[in-house]
């Protein structure tokens, strides 16, 4: 009878360390399946932060062209008032993707980058001398957001 009994206690007790291991087992297959979603979540975030903010800088490049041009074509006052506001709308398009950028990577590389991008392209407002300058400055803005990319691009595929 005490055979059977023991017997019987191990068998409860091998029951509940099972049961035991087997529910920390699925705790962390969870914790695991959460924290690779999260990651998921942040990494789409991060690309769509590295888009928009290529977008925007894109737009309002061309806007700066077609401004720039319209002033060296001497385009009449009107003109150019308008795409002197399309300008500012496209300069403020810029803000949001920044702040998400700045927000969701912190790699240096990325932000000098998105930095020099910006500044580049802000600069061509003030690159209105001749046609050859505006676009040396086009250039050079081009330039900088395709760095921006590149950089942005080997960021998002180290920490994928």
């Not at 150019?80 to 969701?104: F, N, Q």
């Not at 990577?105 to 061509?124: F, H």
Request: hydrophobic share 50%; net charge neutral; proline share 1%.
């Amino acid at each position: 009878m005490l055979v059977t009994l023991v017997t019987a206690a191990l068998a409860i007790i091998g029951t509940l360390l099972g049961s035991i291991v087997s529910g920390r087992f699925q705790e962390r297959a969870a914790e695991r399946s959460v924290r690779v979603a999260q990651g998921e979540v942040v990494r789409r975030d991060r690309l769509e932060a590295v888009t928009a903010l290529a977008c925007a800088v894109s737009d309002h490049r061309r806007a700066m062209w077609t401004r720039g041009d319209a002033v060296l074509k001497g385009a009449d006052s009107e003109r150019i008032e308008a795409l002197r506001d399309a300008s500012h709308l496209t300069r403020s398009a810029v803000t949001r993707p920044l702040v998400a950028l700045r927000v969701l990577i912190e790699d240096q590389a990325v932000r000098g980058a998105a930095d020099r991008m910006i500044a580049l392209t802000y600069g061509m407002r003030d690159a209105c001398g001749t046609t050859e300058e505006l676009a040396s400055a086009r250039e050079a803005a081009l330039l900088a957001h395709n760095e921006f990319v590149d950089d942005a691009a080997g960021f998002l595929a180290r920490t994928a």
